[in-house]
């Protein structure tokens, strides 16, 4: 089945620590997107990609970054630079006009 | 940007009865998309419009494209106990150069058995 994988569902994160969220589909969409929720705040988008080897900031991409070396994977990597990372992060992809498939989600917590 | 606004933010239903919920935005939309987020989970697309005044259901799910193409609405019939989650509207928005879906920012179903 074609879907769209997150990986760890939940993942804890020490003060001052990188940490690298995985993402990886087998739809063969061109388009992935990261997405941060936190509570009443609906979807925000951190960074997306259109094509391999490239990839553009979204609204909040401050303290993350991103690589996307094969069409399959878009990872993501919240860093020491992020001050307040506690929160739900989607993987998408897919074309617009037919609605992104969205992974389901890893939960990120500063201990 | 364009921004989509959704009402109502929450609500709470009694089992059995209907829902309504809709979006709004000041500007022209070409395809408005209906999504459900279950409590922990990504978001699964529901419904998918593409014409203005197009009127869409899927089992006890029902969207319409605004005529206006400014707005959208959802409607559940007979909620049930699993009907429990935030619903988004989104949209790619109109003219050249769009590279994401706007969403709004939902409405949160709560349904009381």
């Known amino acids: 089945d074609g879907g769209i994988t997150q990986s760890p569902k939940y993942l804890f994160r020490k003060e001052g620590q990188n940490v690298t969220l995985s993402c990886e589909q087998n739809l063969n969409h061109d388009a992935m997107y990261w997405y941060r929720q936190d509570p009443g705040q609906g979807l925000r988008l951190i960074y997306y990609?259109?094509?391999?080897?490239?990839?553009q900031k979204g609204d909040i991409a401050e303290g993350y970054s991103v690589s996307r070396e094969k069409k399959e994977s878009f990872p993501l990597t919240v860093t020491s630079a992020q001050k307040n990372p506690t929160a739900f992060y989607l993987c998408a992809s897919g074309p617009l006009r037919y609605g992104y498939t969205f992974g389901s989600g890893t939960r990120l917590t500063v201990v | 940007g364009q921004q989509l606004n959704q009402s109502p933010q929450s609500m709470f239903i009694q089992e059995g009865e209907d829902v309504s919920m809709n979006c709004t935005s000041s500007?022209?939309?070409?395809?408005w998309l209906w999504y459900k987020q279950d409590p922990g989970e990504g978001p699964v697309l529901l419904i998918a419009?593409?014409?203005?005044?197009e009127l869409t259901s899927n089992g006890r799910l029902t969207a319409q494209f605004g005529i206006t193409r400014k707005d959208s609405f959802l409607n559940i019939s007979a909620s049930i106990p699993s009907d429990v989650g935030i619903y988004f509207c989104?949209?790619?928005?109109?003219?050249?150069?769009?590279?994401?879906?706007?969403f709004g920012k939902g409405t949160k179903l709560s349904v009381i058995p």
């Open positions: 989104a949209g790619p928005p109109s003219g050249a150069g769009s590279y994401q879906l706007t």
């Open positions: 500007s022209i939309f070409n395809t």
């Open positions: 990609s259109q094509i391999v080897n490239d990839f």
């Open positions: 419009l593409y014409k203005a005044g």
